[in-house]
T-cell receptor, first 115, second 116 residues
Framework: AQKVTQAQTEISVVEKEDVTLDCVYETRDTTYYLFWYKQPPSGELVFLIRRNSFDEQNEISGRYSWNFQKSTSSFNFTITASQVVDSAVYFCALSPPNYGQNFVFGPGTRLSVLP | AAGVIQSPRHLIKEKRETATLKCYPIPRHDTVYWYQQGPGQDPQFLISFYEKMQSDKGSIPDRFSAQQFSDYHSELNMSSLELGDSALYFC???????????????FGPGTRLTVT
């Protein structure tokens, strides 16, 4: 069975602080994909990143960075110098290798960035 | 760039009524997924279609049905609505990417259904 755990239900930080959102996943598949999505108060799901199980390179995109550690089944997300606009719910998701099958989402982490 | 379109964006229905949600995938996308997100919950997979055939099924109630049409748009039909059906319903689509099936799902803005 596949499962995604985001242990942090809610995080509050003050603007300009760095914050890391944790994601731990479980799967028996050797090939899979991991995703992060942002859901602002308006409700839409905004794609942030996709990582496949064979690519353990860390990635940086502006203030965002991701740390994929296959050995610990973790795919953590760090926001550097957080801003108020980063306030949202962040979901980590796992996709199985078979096309057309569903994503399994984590429960989400609600990030509040205070001015 | 064109995105996934969902209509309506908001819908209010009474208990025991029916509702139909529509999803128009990104052009040339052949796979559609439906998710239900209750208040404070993560999105839960309902059903997916590939080339107009059901490809996977999740926790979709028997009162719900869905199909994908020849133009690849999809409709989610919900009958005998219950208060617990109040949720945000997302549609996502995916397709080939440089000849390879893309595992990236592009999400629509969602339809917020309120059952009173």
């Amino acid at each position: 069975a596949q499962k995604v755990t985001q242990a942090q239900t809610e995080i509050s930080v003050v603007e300009k602080e760095d914050v890391t959102l944790d994601c731990v996943y479980e799967t028996r598949d050797t090939t899979y994909y991991l995703f992060w999505y942002k859901q602002p108060p308006s409700g839409e799901l905004v794609f942030l990143i996709r990582r496949n199980s064979f690519d353990e390179q860390n990635e940086i995109s502006g203030r965002y960075s991701w740390n994929f550690q296959k050995s610990t089944s973790s795919f953590n997300f760090t926001i550097t110098a957080s801003q108020v606009v980063d306030s949202a719910v962040y979901f980590c998701a796992l996709s199985p290798p078979n096309y057309g099958q569903n994503f399994v989402f984590g429960p989400g982490t609600r990030l509040s960035v205070l001015p | 760039a064109a995105g996934v379109i969902q209509s309506p964006r908001h819908l209010i229905k009474e208990k025991r009524e029916t509702a139909t949600l529509k999803c128009y995938p990104i052009p040339r996308h052949d796979t559609v997924y439906w998710y239900q997100q209750g208040p404070g919950q993560d999105p839960q997979f309902l059903i997916s279609f590939y080339e107009k055939m059901q490809s996977d099924k999740g926790s979709i109630p028997d009162r719900f049905s869905a199909q994908q049409f020849s133009d690849y748009h999809s409709e989610l039909n919900m009958s005998s609505l219950e208060l617990g059906d109040s949720a945000l319903y997302f549609c996502a689509s995916s397709s080939l990417e440089r000849g390879v099936r893309s595992y990236e799902q592009y999400f629509g803005p969602g339809t917020r259904l309120t059952v009173t």
